[in-house]
């Protein structure tokens, strides 16, 4: 029924050191299908299917053109018909330092240029560490690089093997029979992210709306998928942070600013704030590779403005910035094809019904949804907290909401993925935009607010009229009584909602001695909801009382 | 075989050429790695040395970067260990031109203008915040007049560096022709399980793979090395991941109850050992699976929880969490401890496609246990709280009235289990609208069950004194 696998290889354990285990070694250079499943995380499921032709006996896949953010330890590998022996990843950027650490004791060619004359001097040299500094051995002796002030560049006759080889997961299989085989790898891989946008047009009463649900996906990675089956995955996983040994990145640092972009007014993405780092890593560890003896002059210690310093030349440090074309991104609007649900577990999976081309750094738009005539009421509410310093500060402004029940009877009843949705009102012949708000993830058969504005031609102001602490059969309590008063510019009767929360773990939940208008209990809430006619004014007074809770 | 404390730095200049004789030290005839899971591994190497009668100094390649040199042992027939050392005295120009202090080094000069070049003998004479030089009688600062010049040391001291190196000073009476076997602990080493779980609800099954998953970050690569693995918590003073796992572990409360089956695993004291059958190379840097255990089938349910720490409402409802409850008991069929790591959770999609649906960690948990993994929250599942109301009911006594709305927008029945936590000292429940169970001193639990497209309302009274 179960298999304990012994760590077991098949190859002779009795090598010398040092010698590389005679190994039979297939190439498979890409994918031949991917199917992507993205989630909202910063995360990507890809399954690749790939024909190879296994050889009789032990064999190492090599799989090349795998996502380079790949999760080593989530790679799952089927349909070889062997069994599988171990799996390696390991994949080296190349970067200016990755190519100085890597190149320690190997030759170089240290080229110098000559100040007055430009003449340039060629000398072989061996790296003979790379730590802070770089130290290099010639003929004549040693010698710090970048240490003269002479403009000094390296020239290096390769590029480490280490650092020149595509991302490649190794698989190590079993000894089995020959022949071809398909087989599937899927892992995790970071840098894939989706998120839904709603664009909501209401009719000219506000009583009905027409919705459409848009999908940006984003590839942030540098891997390009051709043809590739894309799937979208809402739902909330549980993930946890690498230093736990899950799927997560960590937190971002906090000396890494999320200002908004000044052109598009987006906070930065994760990856954005990720190269970021990345970009800073990379300089500093640059940085850190021009380490010289210490550079002080006689005038270095003297009181600054006195003097001129002359700054030592580390001209490496800037090259760590890169080309900003390579940021750019490409945005691709699909046509009006509605992608298709299902459920997955406990989550959506929207599945798009053609294949997909998703270039690096590109972002995709679909539609997945497209309902019309959905029932919706306009609401105009003013939330007040229970007792919280209420003499003070003035109620909210009046916001503008929209509710609808997300049932069929509404005309609606598809799960809603979080989102922001957009609010347009009809004005002539075309709409205008009128306010956007989050939306959670939302199931059917759940009530859905969007707080798309606040109201410029509804004015709510409150008055305190009267506070007084009372004692009745031995305990504490308050009495308030408050008024409010509301006047409408609009040119149609409105719905005006008024929510007071009815408990702050300081008082009972107070009694609404008298009221001027009906009053109900709503989600734990007092709630008054009346009509306000076009162009008049109109008034709330009540009374309440509780009773202290403290001892 | 001797054990001897680290001696400190730098006592190999005490060392005069005339004492030390070469002496050749073969590389690793046998290389033996046991990796724990808290960021420490034991490292033996065995080295064949051939070295005449007299006083060596051995120098070892090739050890693991992050070596903890207080933990060295040497042991080799008929050599004596005098002292050892640990050199991590980095080779970097500034501590080049540190070392060169007191010693003449050579300073070519470039004129700006004609790029011709003049050779002088410095001596260093300081090297602190800047170089200040002696050429021939005049003293001057090196730079100070911001033209390039270019040092040039004839030869680095022995003793800095590309990488720290381990040597040690012995002595033997006769010649030795035999092993030496050097064995030390080292950080940057570790492993992890990872597990894979197909989880099929409908037949209320899954599949699990465990994957060993080794992390070498110590800087050095190991050729050929036979692995043995430890799952357990030693104890290790001021060891960060250790705690950070223990931490986790106890946050995460998977384990529902420990296991009392045993299983034919090797066992080292109180631990488990898992030995890696080939001598495996692994290089800096790399993470190297290996495959530890297959399950094909095992009995797997799903269920619904949320726990609420107080009384309070809620504008919008929140998800219920989805966990995935298994045992590794022989009857469900599994039958093995799982060492702590993450599982991974997948399920198949409409066209029988593996997906990716959540992952939770797992502690060390002994074979007969139960868990349950938080795979994620659901979607269609949600829990609505309202408090209903407050009522101080005596001086001492408070009440409180809780209203749930459990919604369940799947197309089938789930049942959720509701717990309401982290009460008062003495609390009792007044009045329920179904009938719920004590878990503990301060905290109840409700089983909610819900029909397909559907809501259930769960309402009770709590009431609670100090």
């Known amino acids: 029924m179960i ?18 285990l005679a190994q039979v070694s297939v190439l498979s250079p890409a994918p031949d299908a991917v199917s992507l499943t993205i989630y909202r995380d910063d995360l990507a499921l890809v399954t690749e299917t790939r024909q190879v032709e296994l050889p009789a006996g032990e064999v190492t896949l090599q799989l090349q053109g795998v996502v380079e953010s790949l999760l080593p330890q989530s790679a799952v590998i089927s349909g070889s018909g062997r069994a599988l022996v171990e799996t ?50 010639a003929a004549d002796g040693s010698e710090a690089w970048q240490c003269s002030r002479l403009p000094e560049r390296l020239e290096f006759s390769e590029v480490p093997g280490e650092l020149s080889a595509a991302p490649t997961l190794s698989v190590r299989l079993a000894g089995g029979e020959a022949g071809p085989r398909t087989v599937t790898v899927s892992y995790l891989a970071r840098g894939f992210s989706f998120e839904a946008d709603y664009v909501a047009k209401l009719n000219s009463s506000s009583t009905r709306m027409n919705l459409e649900g848009w999908i940006t996906l984003r590839n942030d990675t540098g891997a390009s998928f051709r043809q590739a089956a894309v799937q979208l995955v809402a739902g909330r996983l549980n993930l946890l942070f690498e230093d736990q040994g899950g799927s997560r990145a960590m937190p971002d640092d906090w000396e890494f600013d999320d200002d908004p972009d000044p052109d598009t ?131 909210d402004k009046a916001s503008v909401l929209l509710r609808w ?17 957009r609010v347009f009102e009809p004005q002539g012949d075309g709409h205008v935009f009128a306010g956007e708000s989050r939306i959670g993830d939302t199931p059917v058969g759940v009530p859905v607010e969007a707080r798309f504005a606040n109201a410029l031609d509804i004015d709510a102001d409150f008055t305190l009229q009267d506070e007084e602490d009372y004692r009745r059969s031995g305990r504490n309590g308050v009495r308030i009584a408050a008024s409010h008063g509301f006047a409408s510019r609009k040119d149609v009767a409105v719905t005006v909602e008024v929510r007071r929360r009815a408990s702050d773990g300081q008082y009972e939940t107070p009694v609404v001695v008298r009221s001027s208008l009906r009053v109900r209990r709503e989600d734990g809430n007092l709630v008054w909801r009346f009509r306000l006619p076009a162009g008049k004014g109109r008034r709330l007074d009540y009374v309440l009382e509780a009773a202290e809770l403290r001892y | 075989m001797r054990t001897l404390r680290w001696t400190g730095l730098g006592s190999l200049l005490l060392l005069t050429a005339a004492h030390a004789q070469t002496p050749t030290i073969g590389s690793d005839r046998q290389l033996s790695l046991t990796v724990y899971n808290t960021d420490l591994a034991l490292i033996e190497h065995v080295r064949p040395a051939n070295l005449p009668a007299g006083r060596h100094r051995i120098e070892f390649k090739g050890v693991s970067a992050r070596i903890l040199p207080q933990t060295v042992s040497f042991g080799a027939a008929g050599l004596e260990l005098i002292e050892q050392n640990f050199d991590y005295d980095l080779l970097t120009p500034s501590k080049l031109m540190e070392k060169a202090v007191g010693q003449t080094v050579r300073i070519v000069r470039t004129n700006p203008g004609t790029g011709a070049e003049t050779t002088e003998t410095a001596e260093v004479l300081s090297a602190v915040g800047g170089v200040v030089l002696r050429i021939g009688e005049r003293i001057e600062v090196l730079r100070d007049d911001g033209i390039p010049a270019r040092v040039i040391f004839d030869k680095v001291p022995e003793n800095l560096r590309a990488s720290p190196t381990l040597s040690v000073l012995a002595e033997s009476r006769a010649p030795v022709n035999s092993d030496i076997r050097l064995s030390y602990l080292s950080r940057g080493l570790s492993w992890a399980a990872d597990y894979v779980a197909v989880f099929d609800e409908t037949a209320a099954q899954a599949s699990l793979q ?257």
């Open chain 2, 210 to 466: 465990g994957w060993v998953t080794l992390t070498n970050n110590s800087g050095t690569g190991f050729a050929d090395a036979r692995i043995q693995l430890v799952a357990g918590d030693i104890n290790v003073v001021n060891n960060e991941a250790q705690w950070l796992q223990r931490f986790n572990n106890r946050r995460n409360a998977t384990t529902r109850r420990g296991g009392t089956e045993s299983t034919e695993r090797t066992q080292l004291a109180d631990y488990y050992l898992y030995p890696i059958a080939h001598p495996t190379t692994l290089a800096s840097n790399q993470t190297k699976q290996v495959s530890f255990l297959e399950a094909p089938r095992i009995a797997a349910t799903k269920g619904y929880e949320q726990s609420f720490t107080d009384f309070s409402t809620l504008e919008e409802p929140v998800s219920a969490e989805v966990r995935v409850k298994f045992s590794n008991s022989r009857a469900a069929g599994l039958g093995e401890q799982l060492p702590s790591g993450v599982v991974r959770v997948y399920a198949r999609d409409g066209q029988g496609q593996p997906q990716f649906v959540g992952e939770d960690r797992i502690d060390h948990t002994g074979a007969g246990s139960e868990l349950a993994l938080k795979i994620g929250e659901a979607f269609d599942v949600t829990v609505q709280p309202t408090l209903e109301s407050t009522r101080r009911v005596s001086s001492r006594r408070t009440e409180y009235e809780m209203r749930y709305v459990v919604r369940n927008a799947r197309n089938a029945p789930v049942t959720v289990t509701l717990r309401q936590t982290g009460m008062w000292r003495f609390n009792e429940v007044t009045q329920q609208s179904r009938e719920g169970r004590r878990t503990d001193a301060r905290g109840f639990a409700w089983d909610v069950p819900v029909p397909a497209n559907g809501e259930t309302e769960l309402r009770f009274t709590i009431a609670q004194w100090l």
């Open chain 1, 265 to 395: 007014g987006l906070p930065p993405s994760r990856q954005d704030q990720q190269r970021a780092r990345e970009e800073a890593r990379i300089a500093g560890e640059l940085a850190l590779l021009h380490g010289c003896w210490p550079t002080g002059t006689s005038t270095s210690e003297l009181p600054s403005g006195l003097m001129l310093r002359m700054d030592v030349v580390t001209g490496g440090a800037s090259a760590a910035g890169f080309d900003d074309g390579v940021f750019l991104e490409e945005v691709q609007v699909t046509g009006s094809r509605i992608v298709s649900r299902e459920q997955l577990g406990d989550y959506q999976l929207y599945r798009l019904p053609w294949p997909a081309d998703l270039n690096p750094r590109q972002s995709k738009q679909v539609a997945f949804l497209r309902k019309e005539g959905v029932h919706v009421k306009r609401l105009y509410r003013v939330v007040v907290p229970w007792y919280d310093a209420e003499e003070t500060s003035p109620p």
């Open chain 1, 3 to 20: 298999a304990v696998r012994r760590l077991w290889l098949l190859a002779c354990g009795c090598l010398p050191a040092g010698m590389v």
């Open chain 1, 88 to 137: 390696d990843y390991r994949f080296e950027r190349l970067t200016p330092a990755s190519l100085l650490r890597r190149s320690v004791g190997k030759p170089v060619t240290l080229v110098r240029t000559a100040p007055g004359s430009g003449a340039l001097t060629r000398l072989q040299a061996i790296i003979e560490s790379v730590g802070e500094g770089v130290v290099l051995r």
């Open chain 1, 405 to 421: 029940n997300n049932d069929r009877a509404s005309k609606m009843g598809e799960p809603l993925p979080s989102g922001t949705m």
